[in-house]
C-alpha cells in the first residue's frame, strides 16, 4: 500500500496525521500574482483531463502527486489511484452534473494532464484557471506550486522554473468542502458546484512584461496606471480612436500617466468602446474599454453626470445541465432576457461570474453590480477569513475594472450588525476604494423588522443601499416597505436588491396561494404599486432572472429548486409575472425619455 512506500514517508504520517493539509494550504496565488491577459494569445488546457474523487483526502496524506508514469504491472505497490489512467472528465465542467453519484460530493477531487514544453530562452510560461471551487493545490512534476482560495475568481502560477523539455505533469487537487472560515461559510442559499469549470490556459511571456492595467476617465483626462513585472523604462499606452500614442515612464515598475482626452462617454443607450493597446518591451496587450462616469449625488445615482434608475434584475450562474459552468450562448441568452425585461442594469449574484459577462455588457449596454460572496454568517472575528474574502475582492476588482458596465462594487449580503462585522466590511469597503475609487460601493443591508427602519452601521460607509425585501413572500405587509423609507430617512441611494416570490411553474405546482404563478404575478403588481411611492428607491433588481438548483430548498414545490425565477429553470418558459415587471420597465423608461427631451425650464 502506499501508505508504506517512500512517497508517504510513513504509515503514521500518512493515515494519521491530521495535518497533512497545513504544508498545502498557503493561498499563496491571489491578486498580487494574478496576470492581465485580455488580449494576449494563450495555449488553451481545456479538454479531457485525468479525474479522481477523493473523498478522505488520501492524495495529500499519500503524495499521489509524486507518483511517476509507471506501467501496472511494473509497479511494486498497488496504487490506490492512477493520475496518468482510468477515467477522464472534460475541463472546463462541474463534477456534479457529470455522474449521478457525484451530485451531492462534496471533498477534494484530482485532475491531470500531460503538458508537452519545447523551452525558448528569456520566455516565462505561465497558468491561468479562470475558477476552480473552492480550494485549489497546483503542482508540476511532483512540485508544489502554489494554492489559491476561492470559488469564483481567477488565479496565475508560474510554471516556468518547474518545467522540463518534453512531456510535464500538470496535477490540480481542487477542495469545494463548506468549512467555517471560508467565504461563503457552510450555510449558503445556492448550490456547491465542485470543480474547474472555467477555462484554462498557458500564457507565453517574455522576461519583461505586463502584469496589470487599469484605465478610467478622470475628468478632461484618461488615466493609466500599469505594473511591469521586469526590468523596464519605459512603456507605450495608445487609443488610436482618439489619436493618442504616448510613452510613459516606468519607476519602480509602475507606470503612471494622466492624458487630456474626452473620448465619446459610454452608457446604456450609446455602449461606445475603443480599442486600447500598452506596450512594454517585447510584451503587447489590448483591450477594449469604455470611458464614463458613475457617482452618488444625494440619494440620486449619477451616470455621466445625469440621474439614473436602475432597472435591473438579480441573476445566478447557474443551469439546468452545465451547473455553474457557463457558455457564450447562455451569457447571449441571459442579456437577451435582460433587455425584453426593459433592464439597463444587471445584479451578479452572490460571487464573481464569469468575466466574458462583463466583456458582453460593455458591447450591449448593460451596467453590473458584482459582488464578493460575504454572505450571511460569516466568521466575521477571524483574520484567516478576511484574507480571504480581501483577496477574493481584489482578485475581482483587478480582473474587471476596466469593464465601464460595472458601476458597483458590492462587498456583501445580509450579514448581521455586530461589531466584527462591523470592522470586517469597512475593511472590505477602504479595500474597494482603494483598488478603484472611480466606482460605486454597496450591499445588501439588513432591516430592523421591529422598528421598521434601516439602521444598518454599514449603510454610511458604502455608497449605495442595497434593502432586500420579500413583502408578500417573507414580510405580509406591503405598506411597512413605506414606512421603512419614512423611518429611515436615507441620505444616499436606496436599490432594491432583492424581492420576489416562488412560482412553480410544473405540473406539481398549485393553481393559487403560495407557488401559484398566480400568487407570483400578484406580489409583482403589489411591488410595483408600492415602489412607485417611495421616491428614495433609485433602483431594483428582482430575485431572479432564472430558476436556479439549490440544496436547502426541499419542499414539495420546490424540489431541490429556488423557483423565484421570472422564467424557469429550462431558460425558454417565461412566467406571468415576467410581463409585469417588463410592463413596469417599460413605463419607466418612456418616462425618463420624455424627461431627457423636455427642455429645462417647460412645462408639460
Request: aromatic share 10%.
Amino acid at each position: 500500500m502506499l501508505e508504506r512506500s517512500e512517497l508517504a514517508d510513513n504509515a503514521l504520517q500518512a493515515l494519521h496525521d491530521e495535518d497533512y493539509d497545513r504544508p498545502f494550504n498557503t493561498q499563496s496565488l491571489n491578486a498580487d500574482t494574478l496576470i492581465y491577459t485580455r488580449g494576449r494569445p494563450a495555449q488553451s488546457l481545456d479538454g479531457e483531463w485525468n479525474f479522481c474523487v477523493d473523498l478522505l483526502d488520501t492524495g495529500l496524506r499519500q503524495k499521489w502527486f509524486t507518483l511517476l508514469p509507471e506501467a501496472p504491472e511494473d509497479r511494486i505497490e498497488p496504487w490506490d489511484y492512477d493520475p496518468y489512467m482510468g477515467d477522464t472528465v472534460p475541463v472546463p465542467s462541474c463534477w456534479q452534473m457529470l455522474k449521478e453519484k457525484w451530485y451531492f460530493f462534496e471533498g477534494s477531487s484530482w485532475y491531470t494532464r500531460a503538458l508537452d514544453h519545447t523551452p525558448q530562452p528569456g520566455r516565462r510560461q505561465v497558468l491561468r484557471v479562470g475558477a476552480a471551487q473552492y480550494d485549489c493545490k497546483v503542482f508540476l512534476n511532483g512540485e508544489f506550486l502554489g494554492n489559491h482560495y476561492g470559488g469564483s475568481t481567477p488565479f496565475c502560477v508560474e510554471l516556468t522554473q518547474s518545467l522540463r523539455p518534453g512531456q510535464n505533469w500538470l496535477m490540480l487537487c481542487v477542495n469545494n468542502s463548506r468549512t467555517l472560515d471560508r467565504v461563503p461559510m457552510r450555510n449558503t442559499d445556492w448550490f456547491n458546484y465542485g470543480g474547474i469549470y472555467r477555462e484554462t490556459a498557458l500564457y507565453d511571456l517574455p522576461q519583461t512584461f505586463v502584469r496589470d492595467l487599469f484605465v478610467r476617465l478622470n475628468r478632461d483626462a484618461i488615466q493609466v496606471s500599469a505594473q511591469i513585472d521586469g526590468d523596464a523604462t519605459s512603456a507605450r499606452f495608445e487609443i488610436p480612436e482618439l489619436n493618442i500614442s504616448t510613452e510613459i515612464p516606468v519607476v519602480d515598475g509602475v507606470a503612471e500617466a494622466r492624458i487630456p482626452a474626452k473620448p465619446e462617454l459610454w452608457s446604456p443607450d450609446t455602449p461606445k468602446l475603443y480599442d486600447v493597446t500598452l506596450r512594454c518591451g517585447e510584451d503587447e496587450i489590448r483591450d477594449r474599454v469604455g470611458f464614463r462616469t458613475i457617482a452618488r449625488r444625494g440619494t440620486d445615482i449619477m451616470l455621466n453626470g445625469a440621474p439614473i434608475f436602475l432597472r435591473g434584475i438579480s441573476v445566478h450562474e447557474d443551469d439546468e445541465a452545465l451547473g455553474k459552468t457557463t457558455t457564450e450562448d447562455d451569457l447571449r441568452r441571459r442579456f437577451a432576457h435582460a433587455k425584453e425585461l426593459g433592464c439597463n442594469y444587471l445584479r451578479l449574484a452572490h460571487y464573481p461570474h464569469h468575466e466574458r459577462a462583463a466583456e458582453l455588457a460593455d458591447e450591449l449596454g448593460l451596467m453590473l453590480w458584482e459582488e464578493v460572496p460575504v454572505y450571511w454568517a460569516i466568521d466575521f472575528a477571524n483574520p484567516a477569513t478576511l484574507r480571504d474574502a480581501d483577496n477574493q475582492l481584489r482578485e475581482l476588482i483587478r480582473r474587471d475594472r476596466n469593464r465601464a458596465s460595472v458601476i458597483i462594487w458590492s462587498i456583501g449580503n445580509e450579514n448581521p450588525d455586530t461589531d466584527a462585522r462591523l470592522a470586517f466590511m469597512r475593511q472590505l469597503a477602504e479595500t474597494a476604494k482603494s483598488e478603484d475609487p472611480t466606482r460605486l460601493t454597496s450591499a445588501a443591508c439588513l432591516v430592523n423588522h421591529a422598528r421598521l427602519k434601516i439602521e444598518d452601521r454599514l449603510a454610511q460607509h458604502i455608497d449605495v443601499i442595497g434593502l432586500n425585501e420579500y413583502y408578500g413572500w417573507y414580510e405580509e405587509n406591503f405598506d411597512e416597505l413605506g414606512e421603512i423609507g419614512r423611518n429611515s430617512a436615507p441620505d444616499r441611494p436606496v436599490v432594491i436588491s432583492e424581492t420576489g416570490a416562488d412560482g412553480d411553474h410544473t405540473p406539481h405546482g398549485p393553481k393559487r396561494g403560495l407557488f401559484s404563478l398566480a400568487y407570483q404575478d400578484e406580489v409583482y403588481r403589489k411591488q410595483i404599486a408600492t415602489l412607485r411611492e417611495l421616491d428614495y428607491v433609485k433602483g431594483m433588481s428582482p430575485w431572479i432572472l432564472y430558476d436556479f438548483r439549490v440544496e436547502r430548498r426541499q419542499g414539495i414545490f420546490q424540489r431541490g429548486w429556488n423557483r423565484k425565477g421570472l422564467i424557469a429553470a429550462d431558460k425558454e418558459t417565461k412566467k406571468p409575472a415576467f410581463q409585469v415587471l417588463a410592463a413596469y420597465y417599460a413605463e419607466r423608461a418612456a418616462d425618463e425619455t420624455r424627461a431627457r427631451t423636455i427642455p429645462e425650464g417647460a412645462t408639460t
